[in-house]
């Protein structure tokens, strides 16, 4: 599904990642961790498509085609999807009009119609109570005065939206309260299947016992120095980062 | 015209600040217009001593005005039937209609309101001295030309107490090329009347040439009057639009421009609030494309106490197209707890494209709430690029920051028909069709 070899990308004069190598499988979970900094998001961003970020070498390939040859827009329509670790706010933009552009921006790429509005409505009604996003936000803004969990679980809304082939969920459960978390974790289980991939970032083990990942990987400054599976997580919850910076990397 | 205290507009212009080249441009305009229609009145007096706009005259100095300097022709067309045009350019909106094709009056077209309290007729048919020069005659160039050449308009008179029941559409259309228009409408709504006014402008494809249209409206007390301008003229049309708007006590008056399309646009909106009380709202959007340019002047004149106004333009700009906001507020030493509001935003769409804003409070009164904001920027890129990672495209994402930047201007429209006809034209020529209709929510 996925097979990011070598990936190098700097911001500037900064070089953030230096040489990562993930390969994700169709219907895989991988959960990535680190410490504040480490290029997490970074990594986030370079999938998706952000141009401020410099690709310096190595490659992406998704379902057999060049992701980093494509714009953010078409890797969208072609199923890549993110999960913003601090999602944005249009003011002016209702969340309903929003959705339904990028809805139809997917199946204009499919060589489909335009959806009817009836059934983009029933669509949302459906997806909506996947997370139980409340009526009253879809006619909002787009993320405008929600609060940080409001947010979360809007983007998860979003992708339950677009059906993605593959998800890089950054952060999605900071800021979530107790039953937000199990909501959203539900709705991203809800969203396993064979064919469909994810990527979570985390720094906290307590939303792998929801969702339950294939594997799990440690990333320290630009690189994956560490992979196992959901016990690592379990182990860096109890012992922290130090001793894979002073074990595994020196 | 009432009013006591001498308006500060005309303190800046009295410095004699003549340019000899561009008098000279302007003079031979003045004698290219004598064949068409000779210039009558005290104002041929102004425009002999006023300055020509140039770039040293304060409130034309990033105006320019070189296209005026031209040769006009008499009008081929005098209809809009003849035109080609539809005299209401609202579909299914109701409305009583004044037409003015070329700037002489459409009979044919119009429907002129048949209400009682209510005298609503074009100036060349009324037997009746023409009004007297404003402040605006006295100290602007062009509003002089357009006081000393203008032989038609609109006069309407409602009486007291009276509630017009349909909006009230006057309707301009230019035809054809090198044709200057003069239009002169002068509005009195009398106390506790209430009244809707559309102020519609066209033109052809093919269309050159000048529009002139100088609008007096005397609100009285306690009255309530709504304004709707849309300008949206296709082809080389030069565009002047000046309102005086003089407020009495307790009115309320609401002014809402927006600028769909014009090769050349300068509105010149001056509010006098001269009562009490008064309500004062100017809203405007305006979005040219390729080399197009939008002026919006306003001034806001409190001269009584307890007055509020409230001010927002908002400008989105395309291609190599510029533009220009200044407004102008003052507040008077007798007006006292007044409160007064300004916001004016500028969206950069292009490098190429300019904006020159200028937001000028004087205010002359301690006890007062005024506040005022000022924003040049490009499009908001972290919205972007949330908007192309859910799949939508560059230039729809775009399209969508732009309707959500005048998304509170363009609600403002008295008329809803007037809003969504300007919002289905908006839409057509920035290609909006794809997202925009709102839905129900299930
Ligand atoms: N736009 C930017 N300009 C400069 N430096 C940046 C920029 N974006 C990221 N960085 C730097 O790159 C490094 C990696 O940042 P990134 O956001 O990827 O970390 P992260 O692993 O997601 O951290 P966290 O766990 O705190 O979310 C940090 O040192 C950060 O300061
Ligand atoms: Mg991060």
């Not at chain 1, 990642?17 to 997490?40: D, T």
């Not at chain 1, 141009?51 to 199923?79: C, I, K, P, Q």
């Not at chain 1, 949302?124 to 969990?149: I, P, W």
């Not at chain 1, 107790?178 to 906290?204: C, E, K, Q, W």
Request: charged fraction near 25%.
């Amino acid at each position: 599904m996925v097979n990011i070899k070598e990936l190098k990308a700097s911001i500037g004069e900064t070089q953030i990642l230096k040489g990562l190598n993930l390969e994700i499988k169709p219907g895989e979970v991988h959960a990535i961790m680190g410490p504040n900094g480490s290029g997490k998001s970074t990594l986030a961003s370079v999938l998706a498509g952000r141009e401020d970020y410099d690709v310096t070498g190595g490659s992406v390939d998704f379902e057999s085609r060049d992701l980093l040859e494509m714009d953010a827009t078409e890797r969208a329509r072609s199923g890549l999807f993110l999960a913003f670790q601090y999602p944005v706010e249009i003011p002016g933009v209702s969340n309903i009009n929003f959705m339904r552009a990028a809805v139809n921006g997917k199946r204009e790429h499919e060589g489909l119609d335009p959806i009817k509005g009836k059934d983009f409505l029933n669509l949302v009604k459906e997806k909506a109570s996947l997370v139980e996003l409340d009526g009253r936000l879809r006619n909002r803004s787009v993320n405008e005065g929600f609060s940080g969990g409001e947010k979360k679980r809007n983007e998860i809304f979003q992708m339950a939206m677009l059906e993605p082939r593959f998800a890089v969920l950054d952060e999605t459960d900071s800021g979530l309260d107790i039953d937000a978390l199990r909501i959203v974790a539900n709705g991203v289980n809800a969203m396993r299947s064979p064919d469909r991939s994810f990527l979570v970032i985390t720094h906290y083990q307590r939303l792998l016992d929801y969702i339950v990942p294939d594997f799990v990987h440690v990333l320290v400054d630009g690189k994956i120095v560490l992979s196992g599976d959901k016990d690592l997580a379990l182990k860096l919850e109890e012992k922290g980062y130090d001793w894979i910076k002073e074990d595994v990397i020196a | 015209m009432t009013g006591t205290a001498e308006p500060i507009v005309m303190d800046l212009q009295r410095k004699p600040n003549i340019h000899p080249a561009t008098q000279a441009k302007g003079e031979a305009l003045l004698a290219a217009l004598a064949d068409l229609r000779t210039g009558t009145g005290l104002a041929t007096e102004y425009l002999k001593e006023l300055p020509v706009p140039h770039r040293r005259v304060e409130r034309w100095k990033h105006t320019p005005v070189s296209g005026f300097w031209t040769t006009y022709e008499a009008p081929k067309v005098q209809t809009i039937q003849a035109a080609g045009c539809e005299a209401c350019p609202v579909p299914g909106l109701h409305a009583y209609r004044i037409v003015f094709v070329n700037g002489m009056f459409d009979a044919e077209a119009s429907d002129l309101p048949v209400h009682s309290g209510v005298r609503c007729e074009p100036v060349s048919m009324i037997a009746s001295a023409p009004a007297e020069a404003g402040n605006l005659e006295k100290s602007d160039w062009f509003a002089a030309l357009n006081q000393s050449h203008a032989t038609e308009g609109m006069k309407l008179h409602v009486d007291k107490g009276v509630v017009l029941d349909r909006p009230l559409l006057v309707h301009h259309h230019t035809h054809g090329q090198k044709s200057a228009n003069f239009l002169r409408h002068e509005i009195q709504v009398e106390s506790n009347a209430q009244v809707q006014l559309i102020h519609w402008s066209t033109s052809n494809e093919a269309a050159s040439g000048m529009v002139n249209i100088m609008m007096q409206l005397d609100v009285a007390s306690g009255a309530t009057v709504a304004l709707d301008k849309v300008q949206d003229e296709a082809g080389q049309v030069h565009h002047l639009a000046f309102e005086q708007i003089n407020q009495a006590q307790a009115s309320q008056v609401r002014v809402h421009t927006g600028t769909i399309q014009g090769k050349w646009v300068r509105n010149d909106l001056n509010f006098r609030l001269d009562g009490e009380g008064c309500d004062a709202v100017l809203n405007g959007f305006f979005l040219p494309k390729d080399n197009e340019f939008v002026d919006n002047h306003t001034t806001v004149d409190h001269c009584a106490a307890h007055c509020t106004s409230s001010e927002q333009y908002q400008g989105i700009l395309y291609g190599s197209s510029s533009g220009v906001f200044n407004g102008k507020v003052f507040v008077r030493p007798h007006a006292q707890q007044t409160n007064a509001y300004q916001q004016n935003g500028n969206i950069l769409v292009t490098d190429k494209a300019t904006i020159n804003a200028k937001p000028e409070l004087e205010i002359y009164a301690d006890d007062v709430k005024c506040s005022h904001g000022c924003t040049i920027g490009q499009f908001d890129e972290e919205a972007l690029f949330y908007a192309r990672s859910r799949g939508i495209g560059e230039s729809e994402a775009k399209a969508m920051l732009v309707h959500a930047f005048i998304g509170d201007v363009l609600d403002g429209f008295a008329v809803q028909e007037v809003r969504m006809e300007v919002e289905h034209r908006l839409a057509t020529k920035h290609g909006w069709d794809t997202w925009n209709d709102t839905l129900e929510s299930a």
